[in-house]
């Protein structure tokens, strides 16, 4: 079993936001704009980032360079002086770190993080780590989340980090063009029952499969999984889960 962050809401919060799986990328700008709009505009007291935000990030001294990750963090900062932002790694953005966070004012959420709101507590993950059946990801998963691993590559030159997410996105996108998504691993659902037992949730929200639902779990739980983003190819798939007194909704991003 993982070990939990668990925490309440400020009791003043009315309205909680939670996306992910934007996979930001350069260029991606209908998307960037989106969620821009989404992030500056919205209602809700609270937006919890839920991974993937970007397509890939090869360390916070990116920021430092005019271009694409200049103007996330610019966005970002803005977004943060409205309202609270929690920022929990993905996949891809899984090297963002306390520069990145510091610089804007995000707030680290820890994978998995239970949050109690309205009388409730749900637990929250990004996913990729209960899918257990993709034992090839889990192993590349935990080899770079090493912190030996992630220390040495970035400490070589940022010119050299961008062509390796070069590299890793053709091939990921290579190995993606061979499947469905229908068919990529899911999370497990045993794993996510005994997740919301020890952390005394009902609900499980997360993102990564690209395939939004809500799975029953039996005795009153739930497992939704969030929508992915794209307003830049074919058909456009936007959506943020609001959670309020109601219990939570799917709506489309304010703009
Ligand atoms: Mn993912």
Redesign the pocket.
């Known amino acids: 079993m993982s070990s939990c962050a668990a925490w309440a809401a400020p009791p003043g919060w009315r309205r909680i936001d939670i996306l992910s ?1 934007l996979h930001l990328q350069d260029d991606t700008p209908r998307t960037f704009e989106a969620f821009a709009a989404h992030l500056l505009h919205t209602p809700a007291d609270a937006v919890l980032l839920l ?2 935000i970007f397509e890939a990030w090869v360390g916070d001294d990116a920021c430092s360079e005019p271009g694409f990750e200049q103007r996330a963090a610019d966005v970002l900062k803005a977004a943060a002086q409205r309202r609270w932002i929690g920022f929990m790694a ?3 953005d899984f090297l963002v770190g306390p520069g990145l966070l510091r610089a804007t004012g995000l707030h680290a959420l820890v994978d998995p993080t239970a949050i109690t709101a309205f009388g409730q507590t749900l637990l929250f993950t ?3 780590a209960w899918c257990l059946a993709d034992t090839d990801y889990l192993a590349f998963r935990s080899q770079v989340r090493d912190t030996a691993w992630q220390q040495a590559f970035l400490s070589r030159p940022l010119a050299e980090r961008r062509a390796v997410a070069r590299g890793m996105r053709q091939a990921s996108m290579a190995r993606a063009a061979t499947m469905a998504p229908e068919t990529w691993a899911d999370v497990d659902a045993q794993r996510a029952r005994q997740e919301l037992i020890a952390s005394d949730a009902q609900h499980l929200v997360h ?2 499969t690209h395939q939004p639902a809500v799975h029953d779990l039996g005795g009153g739980r739930q497992r939704w999984v969030l929508s992915d983003w794209d307003l830049d190819h074919g058909p456009t798939r936007a959506e943020v889960l609001v959670w309020t007194a109601e219990g939570l909704q799917r709506q489309a991003p304010s703009a």
């Open positions: 799986d991974g993937d993905g996949n891809r990004h996913g990729d993102g990564h």
